[in-house]
């Protein structure tokens, strides 16, 4: 990184590091196994017979409350269409919301999905007990929630909550909507266009702000919008039951941004990165990147490769396991490397979000060893 900015430093902006898109799973670590399903609807609940009745009637009291939910607070509850895009379809709502200066809810859509469940099923044979049933875990299609929320704390924020038990919730989140409102709350004036900072006052204050994206801050609005918007436990069950969410990252994406003064340079270093990193991005070059062994037990991919995918923009990739650290331009105003992991494991890290610290520590060398192989190759 040290010679990249030796070189370009004289066309550079600034440069700032952050979390991108980050995908968080929401788990009742106390009801994910079917012992312990029966538990709490026999001996806690009182249920005699754990038949389909009853693990539907949690999924209709849910349901009930949402759509009541809905009607309460005036909120747009529809099902999502299929072949259009979730996000760009609710935008302008949020823009309704942005300009009335409001927090909360402003969107719901239900889709049709695969999810995990439980399913109760009569023995085969009579059995001595004759409310005998057998629970296990099966995948089935049914309704899940999306959520658009507008927090006053991180931003745009996305939570999706299974409407079946054991109510599997996932979050997504980005980091440059955290920022955002950070700067805002300091009164520290910047240009920010689309997925990215182009201009800031201060660059030391965005870096500070993009910083404080940690596990703590997370973890809280996460429990907050879960206790709002989630499915219901007795306060009787809670106390019987360890109900607590385990948050666990499932897919995490962070970038290194390079602003530069004017658009004539961007072009060039990338389209030149571009044919250096095909020639001499070898397969060992890529596995010093990422800090990994090659054996011949290695699984995944181990290569790179340059697509054009939207509007004639170009992305190189670089691929190593579940892993791919990615460069590109957007719209000659910025030079972006951002590594992107669906299996954190990978990097021999835990998926657990209280361990966000070391994966923005390890990733942050990733990106740093990327930049650093490019500007030798440039160089």
């Not at 990249?4 to 009801?31: E, N, P």
């Not at 201009?199 to 030391?204: L, Q």
């Not at 961007?266 to 990193?277: A, D, L, Q, V």
Request: charged residues 25%; proline residues 3%; hydrophobic residues 40%.
């Amino acid at each position: 990184m040290e010679l990249f900015a030796k070189l370009f430093g004289s066309l550079l902006v600034f440069v700032y590091h952050c979390f991108d898109r980050v995908v968080i799973h929401g788990y009742l670590s106390g009801l994910s196994r079917p012992e312990q399903v029966v538990y709490f609807f026999r001996d806690v609940v009182g249920e005699a017979v754990i038949g389909k009745d009853v693990l539907s009637r949690r999924t209709n009291e849910y349901q009930g409350w949402v759509e009541a939910f809905a009607r309460n607070h005036q909120t747009p509850i529809e099902w999502a269409e299929r072949g259009v895009r979730k996000e760009d379809y609710v935008r302008p709502a949020l823009r309704r919301m942005e300009r009335q200066q409001r927090h909360g809810v402003y969107f719901i859509l239900k889709s049709m999905e695969q999810g995990n469940t439980f399913r109760s099923t009569v023995p085969k044979f009579p059995t001595a007990d004759p409310d005998y049933r057998i629970l296990g875990r099966q995948r089935s299609r049914f309704t899940h929630y999306y959520f658009y929320i507008r927090d006053e704390h991180v931003g745009p924020m996305v939570m999706r909550v299974a409407s079946f038990f054991p109510f599997q919730t996932t979050y997504y989140l980005n980091g440059h909507n955290f920022i955002e409102k950070e700067l805002n709350r300091e009164r520290v004036s910047f240009r920010k266009s689309d997925n990215a900072f182009l201009a800031v006052s201060d660059p030391d204050a965005l870096q500070a702000a993009a910083d404080r994206f940690t596990a703590t801050v997370i973890r809280e609005r996460l429990e907050y919008w879960t206790l709002v918007l989630g499915p219901k436990f007795s306060k009787r069950e809670r106390a019987a039951m360890n109900l607590r969410r385990f948050y666990a990252v499932s897919q995490i994406e962070y970038s290194r941004n390079f602003i530069f003064k004017r658009h004539f340079p961007i072009h060039k270093i990338f389209e030149r990165s571009c044919e250096m990193g095909l020639w001499r991005l070898t397969a060992h070059k890529i596995s010093e990147i990422f800090g990994l062994r090659v054996t011949r037990k290695l699984k995944g991919k181990l290569n790179t490769t340059l697509e054009q995918i939207e509007h004639g923009h170009h992305i190189f990739r670089a691929y190593a396991k579940n892993a791919f650290v990615k460069q590109y331009e957007k719209f000659s105003t910025f030079l972006r490397n951002e590594l992107c992991s669906n299996n954190l494991a990978d990097f021999g890290l835990k998926k657990g979000l209280d361990h966000l610290a070391a994966v923005r520590e390890k990733f942050l060398a990733v990106t740093d060893r990327f930049a650093a192989f490019q500007a030798q190759s440039l160089n």
